[in-house]
């Protein structure tokens, strides 16, 4: 018997869905229709700088506009705080965690300084790699900082969690065999913000396991993400989802189309009068469009 899939849709509430959403909503959406499996929808607003309620509220009203129905409850990331802190926790008993006082620009100072500064073309998927100051620090210190109060990040200490696995990481990219991870690009990749109780890299990857998700779908420009995800999975001992990464949508000038670029809000292109079938047509880069939702 083979197992059932399950996908998902995870945007952040940070804008309103635009159409390289609606790819990614579209692809987990018809795997998991073509194959009799459940759709998810989650919401990722961990980030409270960026995420909006009005934006959280339009995700559901778009979807159900275009006819892409979900499966089950609706998971709300910012409800489950307690959860992600269990997680800290865990990577924090076995010394694999570490706090970080650095400022940002502390961080770019010492980066600029150090003999361990990268050279141009060696930073990481998320900027120039962290150099790992607060790994060091001297431990009086670090638990002087601590019982002050002072405001800190969590960071994975990457050495010490690499050392844990048996061998090199890869994942199942759906219709390409495995690809080898490089987790250590991202260097002490932060799983706690000052401002954020919990990361992105550290919740998705909580919550795929949690809901039994087993085919993620998302744009090409979260791949390198999948690195950190894979690892993160390897030390918490969650199960391995296969991935399909779609390429990016892109505009008219052929650069990326992204809520910051003016892509128009999927809402606005229903008010302008396209039909649910023309933007997912649209989505999926052809006029024609393949097997879309009865909308
Ligand atoms: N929440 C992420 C975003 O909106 C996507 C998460 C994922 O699909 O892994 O960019």
């Given at each position: 018997?083979?197992?059932?899939?399950?996908?998902?849709?995870?945007?952040?509430?940070?804008?309103?869905?635009?159409?390289?959403?609606?790819?990614s909503a579209l692809q987990g959406w018809r795997a998991a229709?073509?194959?009799?499996?459940?759709?998810?929808?989650?919401?990722?607003?961990?980030?409270?700088?960026?995420?909006?309620?009005?934006?959280?509220?339009?995700?559901?009203?778009?979807?159900?506009?275009?006819?892409?129905?979900?499966?089950?409850?609706?998971?709300?990331?910012?409800?489950?705080?307690?959860?992600?802190?269990?997680?800290?926790?865990?990577?924090?008993?076995?010394?694999?965690?570490?706090?970080?006082?650095?400022?940002?620009?502390?961080?770019?100072?010492?980066?600029?300084?150090?003999?361990?500064?990268?050279?141009?073309?060696?930073?990481?998927?998320?900027?120039?790699?962290?150099?790992?100051?607060?790994?060091?620090?001297?431990?009086?210190?670090?638990?002087?900082?601590?019982?002050?109060?002072?405001?800190?990040?969590?960071?994975?200490?990457?050495?010490?969690?690499?050392?844990?696995?048996?061998?090199?990481?890869?994942?199942?990219?759906?219709?390409?065999?495995?690809?080898?991870?490089?987790?250590?690009?991202?260097?002490?990749?932060?799983?706690?913000?000052?401002?954020?109780?919990?990361?992105?890299?550290?919740?998705?990857?909580?919550?795929?396991?949690?809901?039994?998700?087993?085919?993620?779908?998302?744009?090409?420009?979260?791949?390198?993400?999948?690195?950190?995800?894979?690892?993160?999975?390897?030390?918490?001992?969650?199960?391995?989802?296969?991935?399909?990464?779609?390429?990016?949508?892109?505009?008219?000038?052929?650069?990326?189309?992204?809520?910051?670029?003016?892509?128009?809000?999927?809402?606005?292109?229903?008010?302008?009068?396209?039909?649910?079938?023309?933007?997912?047509?649209?989505?999926?880069?052809?006029?024609?469009?393949?097997?879309?939702?009865?909308?």
């Amino acid at each position: 018997m083979t197992a059932e899939v399950v996908t998902r849709f995870a945007p952040s509430p940070t804008g309103y869905l635009h159409l390289g959403h609606v790819r990614s909503a579209l692809q987990g959406w018809r795997a998991a229709r073509r194959a009799g499996g459940r759709f998810l929808l989650r919401i990722e607003d961990i980030d409270p700088t960026r995420c909006r309620p009005e934006y959280r509220a339009a995700i559901g009203e778009d979807l159900r506009a275009l006819g892409l129905d979900w499966n089950g409850p609706v998971r709300v990331q910012s409800e489950h705080l307690p959860e992600y802190r269990l997680v800290l926790n865990s990577l924090a008993r076995r010394g694999l965690l570490y706090p970080c006082f650095c400022t940002r620009a502390e961080i770019a100072r010492e980066i600029a300084h150090s003999g361990a500064a990268p050279h141009p073309g060696e930073a990481g998927p998320e900027g120039p790699a962290y150099p790992g100051t607060c790994r060091r620090l001297d431990p009086a210190e670090r638990a002087r900082r601590l019982s002050a109060g002072e405001p800190h990040a969590l960071r994975l200490d990457m050495p010490a969690a690499l050392a844990t696995l048996d061998g090199p990481l890869s994942y199942a990219e759906q219709g390409h065999g495995r690809v080898r991870c490089d987790p250590a690009r991202f260097g002490d990749a932060v799983l706690a913000r000052k401002d954020a109780p919990a990361s992105y890299h550290l919740c998705v990857t909580h919550d795929d396991a949690l809901q039994g998700v087993t085919l993620v779908t998302r744009g090409e420009d979260l791949r390198a993400a999948t690195d950190i995800h894979r690892l993160l999975q390897a030390l918490m001992g969650w199960p391995e989802p296969r991935y399909a990464h779609h390429p990016l949508l892109l505009g008219p000038d052929g650069k990326r189309l992204a809520k910051r670029d003016g892509a128009k809000p999927v809402r606005q292109l229903l008010r302008e009068g396209l039909s649910p079938r023309e933007i997912l047509a649209l989505a999926e880069g052809s006029p024609a469009g393949g097997a879309t939702p009865a909308a």
